[in-house]
């Protein structure tokens, strides 16, 4: 390996490199090829740096694991994640963007980090640290549940490792039995300085097909001996912990290998190689240092953890102005949405025989009900909790779909981008979640799913005030921190049947969708058993009076039927938050001395927030009422005395109201 002191101004010679234009040519080189290209990376990626900056050390420190890596597997067909992405340069060069690295964090150019829209080899889109095992996992999932054989493989450094979702992840995926390969890129932590012969030795040795077979025909005969079993894998966890950190991850339900040296290209190309083939969870332990083969890099790896432009190489070819990135479509928020249909198609009368059961039911258990469903419409369907399954109602799922049904224990960010990944390879993930948990996966709700526009659905419980459970279960908050997220879709249910036709319609919305309901029983609605949807973005008119307009969202609309009647108003059931019907508010607006604006969540932010910056958008001047939760963290109660303290019942709506009016006719 040649070994650098200095950031090249020319464009280095990279003949091998220069023919290279998928990662198919890599599976066929031999190893003196692969050293050659390894060189010859390493070289053009201290070049396109220079004239580009960004992030170095941690690029220089994979190159041999990333030319092993597209070696041993076929990508894209296998699917390679990468953390944080700090380390996905050598990848981009080797998976057609090679000229266009130049380009890289311009306007217009490259992405910094790996990007789906941007290559088929990137196959999630990453920012922040830590969500690969959880992505990956997620696609893995998805190559079982369809019986493919692809191998889904995870890269994470030993700072990313650190993370609570990593260690949700490690968790889950140790028990589903599902082909993940994680590598472990440790160039700093320090988990295990046990790496030379020994510890090369033992990972060709482990990952060998004779040993594999050997170690499996083993299980076989030692199943019949009583105790045998376990003094086996007893004996095989001290040989391993013995020269290398094995334990941890085997407890975790992984097979540990390592660690190798990261550099040995040999060594990685022929322990990967076997890896590929390994059934079940799969853990690589690497050591790599940071700044590989730059002099300036190795000593100091924190200061080259990214680099600022450097001088422009003469002749330096300018970057494509059109690259082969394909960009996002303008595209209306109802683009595959249901034809809107009229309030009597979408609550039709039932009949007897078409309700789901006579009595009233909990909204959680009309989710249920529904998720059933729909998993028997749509084998596409995944169903996610992080440890709700009783509270979302997830127990018949859970027993008719098992393999479709996810409990990932109390990991909320885990859970979410796990659904993510699930998007990636064309699932539909439903993710049950109570508003006040959701808020603990809000990072991944942001990065690894609202930003690569995936198509998931939250179905959140416990909105709005719960009860006695009091301020850390209250879901007051989510519209607000939903409603600013781009691209997303949030809808309230008025009632039961509004709630299942939401749900329908936030799933079959191809981007992320939230449906958000109250805990409890709703007014007691006839539930009807067909999958219509409703269509986003469409008020219903409840009540047409004068003066006044009453603009309701979800659990709201109850108490407003009572007050409207009293007043003479216009009550409009309002549906949908994000995005608004536009027509309605300007039409409330327009034809009212008042438009009242009536949520259970916070006002700050909230939905009444949406319709007073729609009409200021508009230049509309008009008198607007927003009632809500106040700007305070509320206590526990039962929801009808909490309600009532809030101002938020039918009566405290009214004197509001009626005060608003006075004040106004005063001045």
Same mark, same amino acid.
């Given at each position: 390996?040649?070994?650098?002191?200095?950031?090249?101004?020319?464009?280095?010679?990279?003949?091998?490199?220069?023919?290279?234009?998928?990662?198919?040519?890599?599976?066929?080189?031999? #190893?003196?090829?692969?050293?050659?290209?390894?060189?010859?990376?390493?070289?053009?990626?201290?070049?396109?740096?220079?004239?580009?900056?960004?992030?170095?050390?941690?690029?220089?420190?994979?190159?041999?694991?990333?030319?092993?890596?597209? #070696?041993?597997?076929?990508?894209?067909?296998?699917?390679?994640?990468?953390?944080?992405?700090?380390?996905?340069?050598?990848?981009?060069?080797?998976?057609?963007?090679?000229?266009?690295?130049?380009?890289?964090?311009?306007?217009?150019?490259?992405?910094?980090?790996?990007?789906?829209?941007?290559?088929?080899?990137?196959?999630?889109?990453?920012?922040?640290?830590?969500?690969?095992?959880?992505?990956?996992?997620?696609?893995?999932?998805?190559?079982?549940?369809?019986?493919?054989?692809?191998?889904?493989?995870?890269?994470?450094?030993?700072?990313?490792?650190?993370?609570?979702?990593?260690?949700? @992840?490690?968790?889950?995926?140790?028990?589903?039995?599902?082909?993940?390969?994680?590598?472990?890129?440790?160039?700093?932590?320090?988990?295990?300085?046990?790496?030379?012969?020994?510890?090369?030795?033992?990972?060709?040795?482990?990952?060998?097909?004779?040993?594999?077979?050997?170690?499996?025909?083993?299980?076989?005969?030692?199943?019949?001996?009583?105790?045998?079993?376990?003094?086996?894998?007893?004996?095989?966890?001290?040989?391993?912990?013995?020269?290398?950190?094995?334990?941890?991850?085997?407890?975790?339900?992984?097979?540990?290998?390592?660690?190798?040296?990261?550099?040995?290209?040999?060594?990685?190309?022929?322990?990967?190689?076997?890896?590929?083939?390994?059934?079940?969870?799969?853990?690589?332990?690497?050591?790599?240092?940071?700044?590989?083969?730059?002099?300036?890099?190795?000593?100091?790896?924190?200061?080259?953890?990214?680099?600022?432009?450097?001088?422009? @190489?003469?002749?330096?070819?300018?970057?494509?102005?059109?690259?082969?990135?394909?960009?996002?479509?303008?595209?209306?928020?109802?683009?595959?949405?249901?034809?809107?249909?009229?309030?009597?198609?979408?609550?039709?009368?039932?009949?007897?025989?078409?309700?789901?059961?006579?009595?009233?039911?909990?909204?959680?258990?009309?989710?249920?009900?529904?998720?059933?469903?729909?998993?028997?419409?749509?084998?596409?369907?995944?169903?996610?909790?992080?440890?709700?399954?009783?509270?979302?109602?997830?127990?018949?799922?859970?027993?008719?779909?098992?393999?479709?049904?996810?409990?990932?224990?109390?990991?909320?960010?885990?859970?979410?981008?796990?659904?993510?990944?699930?998007?990636?390879?064309?699932?539909?993930?439903?993710?049950?979640?109570?508003?006040?948990?959701?808020?603990?996966?809000?990072?991944?709700?942001?990065?690894?799913?609202?930003?690569?526009?995936?198509?998931?659905?939250?179905?959140?419980?416990?909105?709005?005030?719960?009860?006695?459970?009091?301020?850390?279960?209250?879901?007051?908050?989510?519209?607000?921190?939903?409603?600013?997220?781009?691209?997303?879709?949030?809808?309230?249910?008025?009632?039961?049947?509004?709630?299942?036709?939401?749900?329908?319609?936030?799933?079959?919305?191809?981007?992320?969708? @939230?449906?958000?309901?109250?805990?409890?029983?709703?007014?007691?609605?006839?539930?009807?058993?067909?999958?219509?949807?409703?269509?986003?973005?469409?008020?219903?008119?409840?009540?047409?009076?004068?003066?006044?307009?009453?603009?309701?969202?979800?659990?709201?609309?109850?108490?407003?039927?009572?007050?409207?009647?009293?007043?003479?108003?216009? #009550?409009?059931?309002?549906?949908?938050?994000?995005?608004?019907?536009?027509?309605?508010?300007?039409?409330?607006?327009?034809?009212?001395?008042?438009?009242?604006?009536?949520?259970?969540?916070?006002?700050?932010?909230?939905?009444?927030?949406?319709?007073?910056?729609?009409?200021?958008?508009?230049?509309?001047?008009?008198?607007?009422?927003?009632?809500?939760?106040?700007?305070?963290?509320?206590? #526990?109660?039962?929801?009808?005395?909490?309600?009532?303290?809030?101002?938020?019942?039918?009566?405290?709506?009214?004197?509001?109201?009626?005060?608003?009016?006075?004040?106004?006719?005063?001045?």
């Amino acid at each position: 390996m040649k070994m650098f002191d200095a950031i090249p101004v020319e464009r280095p010679t990279t003949p091998l490199l220069d023919t290279l234009e998928t990662p198919a040519a890599i599976r066929r080189m031999n #190893h003196a090829q692969l050293t050659q290209l390894a060189d010859e990376l390493r070289a053009y990626l201290l070049y396109s740096v220079g004239v580009s900056g960004g992030h170095f050390g941690a690029g220089l420190g994979v190159v041999e694991l990333t030319v092993a890596l597209h #070696h041993a597997l076929h990508t894209p067909e296998d699917r390679l994640v990468w953390d944080v992405g700090h380390q996905a340069y050598p990848h981009k060069i080797l998976t057609g963007r090679r000229e266009n690295m130049p380009s890289i964090r311009q306007y217009g150019g490259l992405a910094a980090f790996p990007r789906r829209l941007e290559s088929e080899y990137d196959t999630f889109g990453v920012g922040h640290s830590s969500t690969s095992i959880s992505a990956a996992l997620g696609m893995a999932l998805a190559a079982k549940s369809r019986g493919e054989k692809r191998r889904v493989c995870a890269v994470i450094g030993d700072g990313a490792l650190t993370a609570g979702i990593a260690f949700e @992840a490690l968790a889950h995926a140790g028990h589903v039995d599902a082909n993940l390969l994680v590598v472990l890129n440790d160039n700093e932590m320090s988990i295990s300085e046990n790496v030379g012969g020994m510890a090369s030795y033992l990972a060709r040795i482990l990952t060998s097909r004779p040993y594999i077979q050997m170690r499996q025909g083993g299980k076989r005969v030692l199943s019949h001996l009583p105790g045998a079993l376990e003094l086996a894998r007893r004996t095989e966890e001290h040989v391993k912990g013995m020269v290398s950190p094995a334990n941890l991850f085997e407890e975790l339900g992984f097979n540990y290998i390592g660690p190798i040296d990261g550099h040995d290209l040999s060594a990685l190309v022929h322990t990967l190689g076997n890896m590929r083939d390994l059934d079940g969870p799969q853990f690589l332990h690497v050591r790599t240092r940071k700044g590989r083969g730059f002099q300036p890099a190795e000593v100091d790896p924190i200061g080259y953890h990214a680099i600022t432009k450097l001088e422009k @190489a003469p002749n330096t070819p300018k970057p494509s102005s059109k690259l082969a990135i394909e960009q996002p479509k303008p595209r209306s928020e109802n683009l595959l949405c249901p034809k809107p249909r009229n309030d009597e198609l979408l609550r039709p009368k039932p009949r007897n025989d078409e309700l789901l059961r006579p009595k009233p039911r909990k909204y959680c258990n009309v989710f249920g009900d529904w998720l059933c469903d729909m998993a028997a419409a749509d084998e596409r369907l995944m169903g996610i909790t992080p440890a709700m399954r009783e509270g979302s109602d997830l127990i018949r799922f859970s027993q008719e779909y098992p393999q479709r049904y996810f409990d990932v224990a109390i990991a909320e960010q885990h859970a979410v981008t796990l659904a993510a990944g699930m998007a990636c390879e064309n699932l539909k993930p439903v993710v049950a979640i109570y508003s006040t948990f959701l808020q603990r996966g809000y990072d991944q709700l942001i990065h690894d799913v609202a930003v690569q526009h995936l198509d998931v659905t939250f179905a959140i419980d416990r909105a709005g005030l719960v009860g006695e459970d009091g301020p850390t279960h209250h879901g007051a908050l989510d519209l607000t921190y939903l409603r600013c997220v781009p691209g997303m879709v949030v809808l309230a249910p008025a009632d039961e049947a509004e709630c299942r036709a939401m749900l329908s319609a936030a799933y079959h919305h191809p981007g992320p969708a @939230a449906v958000r309901y109250p805990r409890g029983t709703g007014p007691g609605s006839d539930i009807p058993l067909h999958l219509e949807a409703l269509p986003i973005g469409k008020a219903q008119l409840k009540r047409e009076g004068r003066r006044i307009a009453l603009l309701a969202f979800g659990s709201m609309n109850t108490p407003a039927e009572e007050v409207a009647e009293r007043l003479d108003a216009t #009550h409009l059931n309002m549906r949908s938050i994000k995005p608004l019907d536009r027509d309605a508010v300007l039409a409330a607006a327009r034809d009212h001395e008042l438009v009242v604006t009536l949520e259970e969540n916070v006002i700050a932010g909230g939905a009444g927030s949406a319709v007073n910056e729609l009409l200021m958008g508009e230049g509309v001047l008009a008198q607007v009422l927003n009632l809500g939760l106040p700007d305070s963290f509320i206590e #526990h109660g039962t929801p009808e005395e909490l309600l009532a303290e809030c101002g938020l019942d039918a009566k405290g709506i009214e004197v509001a109201i009626r005060q608003r009016l006075e004040a106004q006719q005063a001045s």
